[in-house]
């Protein structure tokens, strides 16, 4: 695993925020280890907030809301998160955001934090010809795979303590979407899973990150002005 920190890259991105790109694989246990040190330093001012681009091996993660009966078929290590949410699913080809703020600096309102995410994901699927969106009461980022049904192409999951965040979304560039079959994804059985590659499109994790942080200012903005709409 390489870790590069992105505070000067072309995207231009807001200082105050440690920006990481992980290439390889990380290993979910120690990066939730990571996560939870973070946060206490976060809130006690101690580190800068952070957000993590990286993928996982395969692994199956339960929230605090996971019921055992829909781990279908745990043949790959099951963590417990500690995120709110069912199960879902992590591995390769699957780009992960983990997002640490502190959202006593911005208006401490995690309803809108959740929002501001998935209006994020949505634009950036955007920006490659995906029309995404979010749907009321079922988590997650939706389009409509080759059929034309409704099918999940990203996940949101997070955690708050003392008004720091943890966790954040994945997105399916190109995973094998058979290793989702071990779980009911969060919970959600009527509705499948895609990805950018079953849709017709191969999108590098490096193309897909660049694309992403192009647009972090506008997330920022959104939490951070209660008057600017986050979706």
């Excluded at 199960?87 to 929002?115: C, E, I, K, S």
């Excluded at 980022?141 to 955690?159: F, L, P, Y």
């Amino acid at each position: 695993m390489t870790d590069s920190n992105l505070s000067e890259t072309p995207a231009q991105l807001p200082l105050g925020i440690e920006w990481r790109r992980s290439s390889g694989l990380v290993d979910y246990r120690g990066a939730l280890a990571e996560q939870e040190q973070r946060n206490r330093a976060i809130a006690a001012g101690e580190a800068d907030e952070l957000v993590w681009l990286l993928e996982h091996p395969p692994v199956y993660t339960a929230g605090t809301s996971a019921d055992p009966a829909e781990l279908v078929d745990p043949r790959f290590d099951v963590v417990e998160s500690g995120r709110g949410g069912r199960y879902t699913y992590h591995g390769p080809g699957q780009r992960v955001t983990y997002v640490l703020l502190d959202l006593a600096r911005r208006n401490r309102d995690v309803r809108r934090f959740v929002h501001a995410m998935e209006a994020w994901v949505i634009a950036t699927l955007a920006d490659f010809g995906i029309a995404a969106f979010a749907v009321p009461d079922r988590i997650g980022i939706w389009t409509r795979d080759t059929s034309g049904a409704e099918a999940k192409i990203g996940a949101i999951g997070v955690r708050v303590r003392r008004w720091v965040t943890m966790h954040g979304f994945s997105v399916n560039l190109a995973p094998d979407l058979a290793h989702f079959g071990g779980i009911v994804p969060c919970g959600i059985a009527d509705y499948g899973v895609t990805s950018l590659a079953a849709l017709g499109l191969e999108v590098a994790p490096g193309d897909w990150d660049r694309a992403l942080l192009a647009r972090a200012a506008d997330f920022l903005a959104a939490l951070d002005d209660p008057e600017r709409p986050a979706a």
